[in-house]
């Protein structure tokens, strides 16, 4: 049975919310266990228990906050090179559009390349112009229905991949199922 993770930090409780949404969407995969924890209350022995992780930060600066990066650097250090070939994605908030939550996204996926993750992004739109490109994104707390089904489907999606390669299950492989649905561009 695959292990699906969602760790986040959550300083106002918005990327809390869309963690909630995030392991939501990874439990509609049958056989996929899920935890869903905070940095400040995860361990170690959570992450090396995973065989993939949902990564999430509000955004800080346009980066992934403190406290999610202490946690890589103190508490993950003595497991350097026990975690590769983890199946990695990332989600952030922030307080306004353009505020970086991508970049964030993106600083979480470079904390889990350096770990050895494997890490994916979503073509799929879950409304139009709505996707999770780089991850799930949000302004604020993510009140808009669209918001909230780019959290699931990278949850969803981050059960698929484990569940196709961690536990072979050909038939969640997710290229075939999407290929047919409307790429946004309309």
């Not at 979503?122 to 229905?145: C, F, L, N, S, W």
Request: glycine share 12%.
């Amino acid at each position: 049975m695959g292990k699906v993770l969602v760790l986040y930090h959550s300083a106002t409780g918005n990327t809390a919310k869309m963690a909630k949404y995030v392991a939501e969407g990874a439990s509609r995969i049958d056989g996929i266990e899920v935890r869903c924890l905070s940095v400040e209350s995860a361990t170690a022995e959570d992450v090396i228990w995973c065989d993939g992780m949902a990564l999430g930060s509000p955004t800080n600066i346009g980066l992934l906050a403190w406290e999610m990066k202490r946690f890589w650097d103190v508490t993950l250090a003595p497991h350097w090179m026990k975690l590769d070939g983890k199946i990695g994605c990332a989600f952030s908030s922030a307080g306004g559009y353009g505020g970086g939550q991508e970049l964030t996204c993106q600083s979480l996926m470079t904390v889990m390349l350096n770990y050895g993750f494997l890490v994916f992004g979503v073509t799929d739109y879950v409304a139009k112009a709505t996707t999770a490109h780089y991850g799930a994104i949000t302004v604020r707390e993510p009140r808009e229905t669209a918001h909230q089904d780019a959290c699931r489907m990278l949850g969803q999606r981050l059960s698929e991949w484990v569940g196709y390669y961690v536990d072979g299950r050909a038939e969640l492989h997710p290229g075939p199922k999407y290929a047919s649905r409307n790429n946004g561009s309309e």
